[in-house]
């Protein structure tokens, strides 16, 4: 999705659409121009000469005319360091896509994770030649395989079968192989109905876990949103809700999750469906 960033310069806000590629490196996009930039606490460098005119227009005069302090001359290039103030970013992450259309209205939008139904005996199973098409066919998202009782040397050899970039299993801490997936990119999945639970969970896996994907209602998010707001400042949880808009901005403000888990749904028929509820979802996302 088209995730705002606030960009501070000097003592003007300019909004620039901010598309996450991984947990430091970005890429800013405005009409027809494109940059890359990297970020740590508080700065931001990114290089001035590779901007249209009417984005280099937005930035404040000392920057775009090469006086700002703090420049250096770099292959012809000049590259700026300047303090910045970014909106937290809300990572989305589609799941189960289960046809073309979703997976390219996802891609679309800018999703960071599409999430495919790998696991055989689902009924959302997504074929091995469908997935292979939908992969042609969109760039951009990180692909992620999804799993529910495949064992996790299974889950490793889909992975590189499929060129996965991620896989999403359950967090179930009981399994007692989780190594095989050590060194990956997990995300793993849990039902919950209050921030303890999903806290006794996250704490026993006993390897890296790049997200919680947490289904909860927005009822219980909100009936302690100070306790699942503390929950996410210290784990890495994307959550799945039935919020609707007001309920959904309202958990985004006062929960802060690192983003949250959608489905598309299917298809009228071929290439025809409605994304009315999904472009609502986003909407709020980006209110200020």
């Known amino acids: ?45 990114f290089c001035v000469s590779d901007l249209c005119p009417s984005v ?4 404040c005069p000392s920057v775009r005319n090469n006086t700002c302090p703090g420049t250096a001359s770099h292959l012809k290039s000049t590259t700026f360091a300047h303090q910045f103030t970014i909106r937290p970013f ?19 939008q800018n999703v960071a994770f599409l999430g495919f139904i790998l696991e055989e005996n689902h009924p959302d199973y997504l074929q091995p030649a469908q997935m292979k098409a939908m992969r042609e ?25 499929f060129q996965l970039d991620a896989v999403e299993v359950p967090a179930d801490p009981g399994r007692s192989n989780w190594h095989v997936l050590d060194g990956l990119q ?7 109905n209050t921030p303890e639970a999903v806290e006794n969970l996250a704490r026993q896996l006993p390897i890296k876990i ?30 799945h809700t039935d919020a609707d808009a007001q309920q959904l901005l309202l958990i985004r ?3 802060r999750p ?24 986003f909407e709020v996302l980006e209110q200020e």
């Not at 809300?90 to 679309?108: G, H, P």
């Not at 790049?210 to 949103?225: G, H, K, R």
């Open 56 to 59: 280099r227009n937005l930035l």
């Open 258 to 281: 690192a983003g949250f888990s959608v489905r598309g749904g299917d298809e009228e028929q071929v290439g025809v469906k409605s994304f009315d509820e999904i472009d609502a979802l």
């Open 90 to 108: 809300m990572q989305i992450k589609a799941t189960a896509v289960s046809n073309l259309t979703d997976a390219r209205y996802f891609a679309a």
């Open 186 to 192: 997990v995300l793993a999945r849990c039902t919950a």
């Open 137 to 161: 066919w969109v760039e951009g998202p990180a692909i992620v395989g999804e799993f529910f009782d495949s064992s996790f040397d299974l889950v490793r050899e889909a992975l590189d079968f």
């Open 210 to 239: 790049a997200f919680f994907v947490v289904d909860c209602t927005a009822a219980d998010l909100l009936a302690a949103p100070e306790a699942w707001a503390a929950l996410c400042a210290e784990f890495p949880v994307l959550l």
């Open 1 to 45: 999705m088209g995730r705002k960033a606030r960009l501070m310069l000097g003592a003007k806000v300019h909004k620039i659409r901010v598309w996450l590629l991984t947990d430091v490196t970005r890429k800013v996009s405005h009409r027809n121009s494109q940059i890359t930039y990297t970020e740590n606490t508080e700065y931001v460098s």
């Open 253 to 255: 403000d006062q929960v």
